[in-house]
């Protein structure tokens, strides 16, 4: 299709799940200009928000309860982050934006990640009593950008085996202790079976929204 130059039409059930997820990823990789600070920012608006992602609904914000959370959102974060491990220079952005609108997200501060569509948004008067993430994350650019970055024009190349996917640490094990996130970072010798993140009965987070996230996900 690149080298055609044609059109691709992406579709399944809904399309505000794994739709914009794979469209944000693609779009990522093709078009420099989402591998900007605002390039960024403009993806995620109109491939989530303006396309009607269930953020509250998925967040586990709605009233309905838990049974329809996934964290569909911060996965999408999370494969930005590994091909950041990979590419860094080719993004303006860092690793530090990525987790602000993870906090941003969860935390349910701003009205941009707080409903599950435009209708829903403006049905609540979200313009006039809730604040845009975008306003405050431009007043933090001098520590969310790149001072490095490289742009690389057109596609950018990269290869990523299921062996070299890392655990998205700064998130997700921010709160664990250090003995436990340096276990879990640790590489393991060739050919050693796969050991559990510590031998001792596991301590969840009853007040951290990661760990919520995380049990759906497993």
Same mark, same amino acid.
């Given at each position: 299709a690149l080298e055609s130059r044609g059109s691709v039409l992406v579709h399944c059930n809904d399309g505000w799940n794994r739709t914009p997820q794979m469209t944000s990823l693609a779009q990522l990789l093709i078009d420099p200009y989402y591998r900007t600070f605002a390039g960024f920012q403009v993806l995620i608006e *109109?491939? #989530?928000?303006?396309?009607? !992602?269930?953020?509250?609904?998925?967040?586990? !914000?709605?009233p309905v309860g838990r049974a329809c959370q996934s964290p569909i959102f911060l996965q999408f974060l999370d494969a930005v982050w590994q091909i950041?491990?990979?590419?860094? !220079?080719?993004?303006?952005?860092?690793?530090?934006l990525l987790l602000a609108l993870a906090d941003a997200c969860l935390e349910r501060r701003y009205g941009t990640f707080a409903f599950d569509s435009p209708e829903s948004a403006q049905?609540? /008067?979200?313009?006039?009593?809730?604040?845009?993430? #975008?306003?405050? %994350? /431009?007043?933090?650019? /001098?520590? @969310?950008? !790149?001072? *490095?970055h490289r742009p690389v024009p057109g596609l950018l190349p990269i290869r @990523?085996?299921?062996?070299?996917?890392?655990? #998205?640490?700064?998130l997700y094990l921010r709160y664990a202790d250090p003995p436990?996130?340096?276990?879990?970072?640790?590489?393991?010798?060739?050919?050693?079976?796969?050991?559990? %993140?510590n031998s001792s009965p596991a301590r969840p987070l009853k007040d951290s929204p990661v760990s919520l996230s995380l049990t759906h996900m497993m």
């Open positions: *109109k491939e #989530w928000v303006a396309f009607g !992602h269930k953020f509250a609904l998925r967040l586990g !914000h709605a950041l491990q990979a590419r860094r !220079h080719a993004f303006e952005f860092k690793e530090e049905r609540h /008067d979200a313009t006039r009593k809730t604040r845009s993430v #975008w306003p405050a %994350l /431009d007043a933090r650019k /001098d520590t @969310l950008a !790149h001072a *490095k @990523l085996s299921p062996k070299e996917v890392e655990i #998205w640490a700064p436990e996130a340096e276990s879990c970072e640790a590489p393991l010798p060739h050919g050693s079976p796969v050991r559990p %993140l």
